[in-house]
C-alpha cells in the first residue's frame, strides 16, 4: 500500500511518501481502508521531536482518521467489515496518512451519517480537546461565562459550539480575519485582540478562560483577573504554563487530548442532529502531505485539513 511515512525524527524532509506492507490486524483490532486522515500540529511536533510523545520508527503519522473496515482480527465485536468509521488513534502508532491502517477496536466509532466520510476524519481530535477542556477540566455548567482566547481557529470554533449547546455565555476573541467564523458559530460576544485591552472589554468577570493561543506568559498571567474567584484558567497551549491564582481559588489546568470513545461517539450524534458542524478548510491529496509539513514549518496553517489517499 501507499503511505507517507518517515524513519528518523526531523524536519519535513524526512517525510517519504513509499510502498509499505499492508497491515493484518491482531486480535482486538480491525483495519480501515482510509477516507481521510487529518493534519494535526502535534503530528509536525511529533515528527520534529518538539513533543515528547514516543512514536514507533519508522512512523506513519496521521491520528484522526475516518474509512471503511476491511478486515476485522479475533475477538472483536460489534464491528463488521464494511461499517463506516471515524476514530482517534493511538499517536504512538501508524495513523492514517496512508491506503490502511490498524485501529484499536476501541477507538473505532460509527461515522456520521450527514456529511462526506472524508470530512469526519477533520472531528475527533480537535472536537474532543475542546469539549474536555470546557466541561472535563473547566468543569462549564448552564448559566456560567466562558472567555474563549483564541476562538477563530479549529479548536475554538467547536468550544464556541459545546459551550452554547450546553447554555453558557461565550465570550471570544477573534481578529478581524476571523470575526465573521466566531459570530457564525455562535459567539454571544466578540472582543478583536488586535484593537481592544481584553480586561477593558470585558463587563464582568467569567467563570472559565479557555485560551487556545500561543500567549506571552506575562500578558496570560494578567488575564487571570478575568476570572471569579473559585473559577478555572484553562489552556491547550502545553509549552506554556497555565496561570491560576491560589489566593482566590483559581484553579489552572492544562488539556493534552485524551481517547474517549463514549465521547467521540456523543460528538458524532451531535453533527449528525445538526449541534456541531465539521468544517473542512482544505482537502489534500496524500502525495501533497510533505508540502503541507512545510507550510506548517514556516506559517500557521488555517482550518482543518484532510488528506486523501
Not at 499492508?22 to 482510509?34: I, T
Not at 495513523?95 to 460509527?110: C, H, I, K, M
Not at 470585558?202 to 500578558?219: E, F
Not at 509539513?293 to 514556516?298: L, Q
Request: no cysteine.
Amino acid at each position: 500500500m501507499k503511505a507517507v511515512q518517515y524513519s528518523e525524527i526531523g524536519g519535513p524532509e524526512v517525510l517519504h511518501y513509499r510502498d509499505v506492507e499492508k497491515p493484518v490486524p491482531a486480535a482486538g483490532q480491525v483495519r480501515v481502508r482510509v477516507a481521510a486522515s487529518a493534519f494535526n500540529a502535534a503530528d509536525a511536533g511529533m515528527r520534529g521531536g518538539t513533543i515528547p510523545i514516543p512514536v514507533e520508527l519508522p512512523h506513519i503519522p496521521g491520528y484522526d482518521v475516518s474509512g471503511t473496515i476491511d478486515a476485522v482480527g479475533e475477538g472483536v465485536d460489534g464491528l463488521a467489515v464494511g461499517d463506516a468509521i471515524v476514530a482517534f488513534l493511538p499517536m504512538v502508532r501508524d495513523g492514517g496518512a496512508a491506503e490502511y491502517v490498524l485501529a484499536p477496536a476501541d477507538a473505532v466509532v460509527a461515522a456520521p451519517t450527514t456529511i462526506p466520510l472524508a470530512d469526519a476524519a477533520a472531528l475527533p481530535s480537535v472536537a474532543l480537546t475542546a469539549w474536555q477542556a470546557l466541561f472535563d477540566e473547566g468543569r462549564l455548567e448552564a448559566g456560567q461565562r466562558v472567555l474563549i482566547v483564541g476562538a477563530g481557529g479549529v479548536v475554538g470554533k467547536y468550544a464556541i459550539q459545546l459551550a452554547k449547546r450546553a447554555g453558557s455565555h461565550v465570550i471570544a476573541t477573534a481578529s478581524p480575519r476571523s470575526r465573521d467564523a466566531v459570530r457564525d458559530a455562535g459567539a454571544d460576544e466578540i472582543i478583536d485582540h488586535t484593537e481592544t485591552d481584553l480586561l477593558t472589554a470585558l463587563d464582568a468577570q467569567v467563570d472559565v478562560l479557555l485560551n487556545l493561543a500561543p500567549l506571552d506568559p506575562d500578558q496570560f498571567a494578567s488575564y487571570v483577573a478575568a476570572v471569579r474567584d473559585g473559577g478555572t484558567v484553562v489552556s491547550t497551549t502545553a509549552f506554556i504554563a497555565t496561570p491560576g491564582d491560589d489566593s482566590r481559588g483559581v484553579r489552572a489546568a492544562t488539556v493534552f487530548v485524551l481517547p474517549n470513545r463514549e465521547r467521540l461517539s456523543e460528538l458524532v450524534s451531535l453533527v449528525d442532529d445538526g449541534s456541531l458542524t465539521v468544517e473542512v478548510g482544505r482537502r489534500i491529496a496524500l502525495t501533497d502531505l510533505p508540502a503541507l509539513h512545510a507550510e506548517a514549518a514556516v506559517g500557521r496553517i488555517a482550518g482543518k485539513v484532510v488528506v486523501l489517499p
